[in-house]
């Protein structure tokens, strides 16, 4: 998501209109966010499951209300600016404000007793107490407009939560708005290994591999040996050869008609892997090994644990294809 639009006044190069939904959003959301938990609602009229989630929204937030939650609705065919600024893919999108920046994203918790549960684990995270009582934090409105982003101090305990939204996301197959998660974490905490990494991989899994690059690229000098690094350019590299569908179908036939060439069967599994057929990449791979597994001094072999450390060593894919390595390697 990008960064929350500033509520000290918006930039002059805004349209009017722009400048119009900045102020209203600085009024309607950030400034409330600054004493109080806002639920924050991206819908249209148009929209069946928005409708449908508004009651629950509504009386949740009317319960909590003497706990300082306070629900803020955007229409994003009205606030398109808005939902702009926050890479709004889908809706509806729900997110938690406090202090000007989103703490958690909500969207998930579609029932009564999910969106409780999330509240109360956010509310027992965040001084909502003392915000009230001290007022706003150092980072103010005023700081905002100057570029700082609302409420840093506040915002820096949840940077893992961000973390662990962006990578939820990022699982459940929507890497347009995990990379906008882990960018507005980066603009928190720029010298954050894992959120710079992070990023990395979202922008590869949307096919922003240009920008990917880039952003490894700064990093690489002064963090190459770090392991979130590593695995970063692993994801970077094994996505080089993404392929379009007609050459993927070109390169399976090949493999299949041929299962003795080896080298139709290495390029097809790269080309699998790289558009998103990790399975078929794996399975290929495997059979590779279980026939040769010196061939290319290992390239299969080495080709899977590459794999395995851009997913991810704890990935439950991940450990179920390395014990099918192990059975063939040692079984």
């Known amino acids: 998501m990008a960064t929350t639009p500033p509520p000290g006044g918006p930039p002059p190069q805004l349209s ?3 400048q119009k939904a900045v ?4 009024t309607n959301v950030v400034d409330p966010s600054m004493t109080k938990l806002v639920i924050l609602d991206f819908w249209a009229e148009w929209c069946g ?3 449908a989630l508004t009651p629950t929204l509504e009386k949740v937030a009317a319960e909590y209300a003497d706990k300082g939650v306070v629900l803020a609705k955007i229409n994003v ?3 398109k600016f808005i939902a702009g600024q926050f890479q709004v893919q889908s809706i509806p999108t729900v997110y938690a404000m406090f202090q000007g920046q989103p703490v958690a994203d909500l969207t998930s918790a579609r029932t009564e007793s999910q969106l409780k549960e999330a509240l109360d684990q956010i509310l027992a995270q965040l001084p909502i107490g003392d915000a009230a009582a001290g007022g706003a934090p150092d980072g103010s409105p005023a700081d905002a407009a100057q570029g700082g ?3 840093a101090e506040a915002a ?3 940077i893992d939560q961000f973390l662990t939204m962006g990578e939820e996301v990022l699982a459940g197959g929507d890497a347009e708005r995990a990379a906008g998660i882990f960018q507005q974490v980066v603009q928190m905490a720029p010298d954050n290994v894992a959120a710079q990494t992070a990023m990395v991989r979202a922008l590869v899994a949307a096919g922003r591999t240009d920008e990917a690059r880039s952003v490894l690229d700064v990093l690489e000098p002064a ?4 392991p979130l690094v590593k695995t970063a350019r692993s994801t970077l590299d094994l996505a080089g050869t993404q392929v379009d569908p007609g050459e993927l179908d070109t390169l399976r036939a090949a493999a299949v008609e041929r299962p003795a060439d080896m080298e139709a069967s290495y ?4 080309a699998a892997y790289a558009s998103g057929e990790r399975d078929e990449a794996a399975d290929t791979l495997l059979s590779m090994v279980e026939k040769d597994r010196e061939w290319n001094e290992g390239a299969a072999r080495t080709k899977l644990l590459q794999i395995f450390e851009a997913v991810g060593l704890e990935d439950a894919w991940v450990k179920q294809t390395r014990r099918r390595l192990s059975e063939i390697l040692f079984g």
């Not at 963090?223 to 770090?226: I, N, S, Y």
């Open 23 to 26: 102020e209203t959003f600085r």
């Open 49 to 51: 499951p928005c409708k």
């Open 16 to 18: 009017i209109e722009e």
């Open 77 to 79: 065919d009205e606030e």
């Open 223 to 226: 963090m190459g040996d770090d």
């Open 156 to 158: 820096k305990p949840n």
């Open 267 to 270: 390029a097809f599994a790269e």
């Open 149 to 151: 982003a609302p409420g």
